[in-house]
């Protein structure tokens, strides 16, 4: 991004073995080194007394109190841990200026892009379906994420498993979304309005399995919802998704848990045609990154996987849904 | 505290004015009227041009708004940005006020302690939420800008569906510099919406000069006109109804 210019002050820069004592707690903590830099302050990896934290310092009071709300409030949605529990909240002086940070918990994890870059792309919708479980429990608090996209992901381990990093556009239903980003904002593509309610989260969990074939990510043009059409129904890695896709971009599917079931039976069916056809076994392997859903409908590209690969790859989603599956009627 | 109404002015300029003095004049102006002056510097991607990035913080400064430069391509996000920040920091200071009348002293929120600030945050969201609010765009459509309008009319159509996904009423108006006779062209009166502004910019004949000081003061009146016109048509037009200015 562009040098952003702006009236305020800007978060501190610390450097490593930096204290910090909290005025209102009298916590200590110790910088060991910067994790990231946003538009609301810079998160810095820490020591604290109960160990490896994420400290994030920002200039601007109203903006960390928003976000330290929004983590609070999330402690308090029942089940999994949505997104990194909060530790601490206070304010430190720094050559006179005073600057309010918070403490939460330091998730360890690799993007979402590295982890489909290293595991293979058929972990692609099994994220999106954690996701979708995770958006359901967030919706029937009365939450919406509002700023979902891969940036603010992060997959952790083990077992692999995606969370919520950066939870700051996270927005009471149906008040305005706080924060967008353009290619995740269904109102950006003119196919819905930004009020907090559940469909919006649900369109941009879609644009998320769209961003991980396309990585570069495309203008609206004239028409967005034909240059979204057009763009599922040119890759083949989307075909067995282009229906849900589709009905999850125009607000098809009225909360998330029936988008998460949908996109379930996708995945169990994908596997199945695919493992009836014991003679892949003979082909040799060669490098490759698997496309499991192109070999189903593109006869030609036989050769180019590794039959022992794919049917392990199956087999692991087959368990992975039906874990899903007992945890939903746990 | 009530939920009344928030006025903002969004100046979209790139910062070279050149006719009619200082435009911070105006701004510091504004601001006694209780009009907030946001500036939004909108640059060709390469340019950056100091006495230009120097007007438009000093406009904003001047009147009690933020100011943000932006190249083209980012534009429809920053201006809705711009526009919830300053309600955001205008309804700060309101609540500071409160703040030091309960408290006695020059006390400012951010002195409370982290768990307090939470609760006056969530009370700052909720207003925010649910204010009227009024906003003058004014854009400089002088020659230098010439190419950046079609990006500017998407981000206030985007600005408005923004907006409209709030509880509160929007009113905008939009207003161009320099105008054709005068110093400044209203090319939308004030409305609910700006979904109809198809080919706004077009009538725009771009001149040499950019008279943004003038500009801004006429922008200042059309919150004087609105009031009037909902003081002689209250009862006919119903979203005027609740106004009680």
Known sequence: MEKKHSLKNEAPDLSKGTKLLGKWNKNPYYIRRTLGRGATGAVYLADSREGQVALKVGHNSMSITSEVNVLKHFAKVQGQVLGPS????????????????????????????????????????????????????????????????????????????????????????????????????RGYWGLGDRKAEPSYDLFAAAMILMNMIYKRQFDKGRDGQQTLTTHIDRAPELWPYRKWLKKALTGQFSDAQKMKQSLMNIISKEAKPVKRNPSFHQQQQKPQTLKKRGRKRGKTQKSTFGMLDGVLVIAFLLLASALYWVGQLI | MGTGTLKQILLLTDGCSNEGGDPSAIAALAREQQVTVNVIGVLEEGAMNESGQTEIENIALAGGGISQIVYKQQLAQTVQMVTKQAMTQTLQGVVNQELSQILGKEQEWDELPPEKRGEVMEVVDEIGEKVDLEVAILVDSSASMRMKLPTVQEALIDLSLSMASRGGSNRFTLLAFPGKKKDVDVLCEWTKGMDQLDGIFQKITPGGITPTGPALKATLNQFEKLKKRSLISRGEETFFEERSS
Do not use: C
């Open chain 1, 86 to 185: 909060l530790i601490d909240a206070d304010d430190i002086t720094i050559a006179g200026r005073r600057y309010p940070f918070y403490v939460m918990e330091f998730l360890k994890g690799e993007t979402v892009f590295k982890h489909l870059d290293r595991h293979g792309k058929e972990w692609g919708p099994v994220l999106i379906v954690q996701l979708l479980g995770d958006l359901d429990r967030l919706h029937r608090a009365g939450w919406v994420f509002g700023d979902l996209k891969p940036d603010n992901l992060i997959v952790v381990s083990p077992p692999y498993r995606i969370r919520w990093l950066d939870v700051g556009g996270t927005t009471l239903q149906g008040r305005a979304i706080k924060e967008y980003t353009e290619f995740f904002d």
